[in-house]
């Protein structure tokens, strides 16, 4: 305030106006930090939690999609905030185009491509490569829903139920989550600068979308007006909760994301090479189209993505991903070791005559594709399921089974609670004693109950690599105590190309929280009722007897 002001109204008036000018400032700012959403950096990493994304997770909730996660204090903030609006046009609008194929990354990377959350200008084009692909699934969905009426409703719909305020409100935890994701990073070398190294060239952009709802990951690209591509990992991370062994899955979703704007527009350059063995596709189709890759393309891409993922984590953490990759043929990736080792060509290359990726790509690709033409007997062995636990939950086959609550004590207490959560996901849960009657062999399973106390799990005992006493469990050793339980996969003895699971410990009681300890990516855990993990890893010798 100037020292020449003289009349105590003038102070008065302006000592008014001036917290009312701040006011509308910091309002202003926090409307603006809100529309731009939360956004850090690591490295040549960006990190950000994007508007764009929120409001698209939101409408997907309401709408009860499987895309997204319908439980945890978020989730429960969405409800607050917004339960009044399920009616509203969007969501029944969103329900129909998803029903027509409006899902997995398709949302995702259109909701991207516009220059914010309101839908209404693009800043950008998809990459040349998806173009054409999702124009066809748009297309399809707009012969039933007018997609400008669509984005004008969520347009309205934003407006409607304030959803700028509802991100501002959600300001501490979005920018806690970006902030962890930061604090974590920035303990490591610059992943984005390992893989572009690795490649020989890089991209303009590099985000990684925090969206807190999302089931799975996606890897969109997008091109800006001078033709440069922007990639995007969008994922759920946590990074307050992950540990130092939990961050190489987090770099493999990095690496396995960015990786897609590196090869899909390869795989399309060089389509010829690879088209002439799509017959081949057929023996997996079921596996792979259960994990929306619908196509020789498709899986073509995925198979080069998953196996330069793989080996990017080899090297930026100087260990051996064997078993890794052996998990990935039961998932249906049954030619991940020819691609391995073209690859392995690929880094000689490389390195002794300083080519790039996709200088290299035509020699990889027609070393990949002359590995696919093999006979039948080869292609069902290559089909065999080889773990980890993780790949028998990756097909919507999964039957889960437990002692009947009518006949053991203590299963409605100690075991029942721990399939809520595979229950509230859509698996199928039946009794032991249903399950005898029913023909096991086309399905993974996954067997809970203390040892002895599951019909099925006594009807296969005398193929399991395990003992189970009183006093111990045997697996790769001897482990002495009470309260132990085991939790492992095999293949189902019923039919090798599907998975089993299973659960089990030394007394019901010990099964309580039998599956809260973090597993998947291994083979077989041993713990404790204390949640304690006292051995993992993987088996031996998978093509013949399983054994630690």
Known sequence: METNIMYLGVIIILLCIIPTCLIAENSESRNEKSEMGISGSSGLLKITIDPRLELLAIIQYLAGSKMV?????????????????????????????????????????SFLLYEDYTCKQ?????????????????????????????????????????????????????????????????????????????????????????????????????????????????????????S???????????????????????????????????????????????????SWWVTVAEHLVRVSDIRLSELYYQIDNTNFLQGQRSQGFIFITSAYQGILKYEEAHKEEKVDYATFFPTLAQYFIERTTISDEDLDDLLKFQGPINNVYAEDDLLIIYPDPNRVEGVREYIIPSLDFLMERGYQAVTDQRALKMDLSQRNLCIYGAWTSNLILEKFSKEMPFEIHSDRIIADKSYKGKNLRIALCLPNPLNSQKGMCIYTAQTTADMKNSNAIFHGPEDWYVSNSSLEVLASGYFTDKDKDWSF
């Open 69 to 109: 996660n319908k439980s945890g204090d978020y989730a429960r903030s969405i409800d607050d905030w917004f339960s009044e609006y399920k009616d509203h046009p969007v969501i029944q609008t969103f329900k129909n185009m998803e029903s027509m194929g409006y899902s997995f990354d398709l949302p995702v990377s």
């Open 122 to 242: 693009k800043s950008f084009n998809w990459d040349p490569t998806s173009e054409e692909m999702n124009l066809q699934r748009l297309e399809d969905i707009s012969q039933k829903v007018a997609l400008d009426d669509f984005y004008n409703l969520v347009s309205q719909f934003a407006k409607m139920t304030d959803f700028l305020g509802f991100f501002a409100s959600q300001e501490e935890f979005y920018q806690k989550r970006v902030s962890d994701a930061e604090d974590v990073l920035n303990k490591y070398p610059d992943m984005i600068a390992h893989m572009i190294d690795w490649y020989g060239y890089s991209h303009a952009s590099y985000t990684l979308a925090i969206s807190p709802l999302v089931i799975g990951g996606y890897g969109p690209a997008l091109m800006d007006q001078e033709g440069g591509i922007h990639t995007y990992c969008v994922v759920d991370l946590d990074f307050s909760k992950i």
């Open 244 to 294: 130092e062994s939990d961050f190489k899955q987090v770099s493999s979703w990095l690496f396995h994301e960015f990786s897609h704007s590196f090869i899909n527009p390869l795989v399309e350059k060089h389509w010829d090479i690879f088209k002439g063995n799509e017959q081949v596709f057929a023996k997996i189709a079921d596996k792979m189209e259960a994990q929306a890759y619908g």
